[in-house]
């Protein structure tokens, strides 16, 4: 499987940005696809994620009615847009792209290695 993030950026309180996963393997209908998060000294938190398989979805409790996760399939790609709105500042971080199993997102340290990719930088702040 191989995963490819896009999209962060530096955006004002209040503001938007949509990052991008794109994400190629076969093994991919097995499982979901989505973003946990990691700020300096924090822990890891899920953000969202989506069923390949179908349209299930998971979203972490402090990004729920913010944030909308979507998908676009064909074959054996995926690419997957989490269009983020009303950023606050508490949500700046490095938002790495994921696949596993939708309990994994709810649990991101539990992520065996390998199965994130590089992460890419928001930023919230005025």
């Known amino acids: 499987v191989q995963l490819q993030a896009s999209g962060g950026g530096l955006v004002q309180p209040g503001g938007s940005l949509r990052l991008t996963c794109l994400a190629s393997?076969?093994?991919?209908?097995?499982?979901?696809i989505g973003w946990f998060r990691q700020a300096p000294g924090k822990e890891r938190e899920g953000v969202s994620c989506i069923s390949v398989r179908d349209e299930g979805t998971y979203y972490g409790n402090s990004v729920k009615g913010r944030f909308t996760i979507s998908k676009d399939r064909v074959d054996n790609t995926v690419t997957v847009h989490l269009q983020m709105n009303n950023l606050k500042p508490e949500d700046t971080a490095v938002y790495y792209c994921?696949?596993?199993?939708?309990?994994?997102?709810?649990?991101?340290?539990?992520?065996?290695?390998?199965?994130w990719g590089q992460g890419t930088q928001v930023t919230v702040s005025s």
């Open positions: 994921a696949y596993g199993p939708e309990s994994l997102f709810a649990n991101p340290d539990w992520f065996p290695t390998g199965q």
């Open positions: 393997g076969s093994a991919l209908r097995y499982y979901s």
